[in-house]
């Protein structure tokens, strides 16, 4: 039963990781800006 409590929280850890970089990188705003210029090239 321990190894699925570490388990699950390296997976939990590694959620918040991932949804701190995604945050950290919509404070560069050239960062915001490329992303909307690549989104609408798709329509």
């Given at each position: 039963?321990?190894?699925?409590s570490w388990?699950?929280?390296?997976?939990?850890?590694?959620?918040?990781?991932?949804?701190l970089?995604?945050?950290l990188?919509?404070?560069?705003p050239d960062?915001?800006?490329?992303?909307?210029d690549?989104?609408?090239?798709c329509?």
């Open positions: 039963m321990r190894d699925v388990r699950k929280a390296l997976v939990g850890a590694g959620i918040v990781l991932s949804l970089l995604v945050s990188l919509y404070l560069r960062f915001v800006i490329s992303m909307a690549q989104l609408w090239a329509f």
